[in-house]
């Protein structure tokens, strides 16, 4: 969200591709939480141009700490400054920052 709010740009993400753990998943929704919003150790977003995004993934995948690593979005110029998801039945929502902590860090 900042880095389209301060470059100018939309991301667009699709929520079905961003690889969350079913123990995640199943927390979330007992707890009521979207995981868009909850710290990730150990995950990272790059924003690589597009002709070379496969061979950046490929290159990830071959080492076994980034075996997961995938393509979640697409950035463009169409709503400039936002941040949109396509949520897993098609629907757009844009992501907008949290007034405020989820919850605590622990760490």
Sequence with gaps: ?????ASGINIAIEEEAI???????????ILGFDPIYIANEGRFVAFIA?????????CLR???SWSEAVRIGTVSEFR???V???TVIGAER?????????FPRIC
Excluded: W
Excluded at 1 to 5: F, K, S, V, Y
């Design 1 to 5: 969200m900042e880095i389209a709010g």
């Design 50 to 58: 597009a002709r070379d995004a496969d061979r950046a993934i490929e």
């Design 94 to 102: 844009v992501i907008v920052m949290l007034s405020g902590e989820q």
């Design 84 to 86: 949109i998801s396509r």
């Design 80 to 82: 400039k400054g936002m």
């Design 19 to 29: 690889p969350v753990s079913r123990e995640v998943k199943a927390a979330c929704e």
């Design 62 to 64: 071959n080492d076994l």
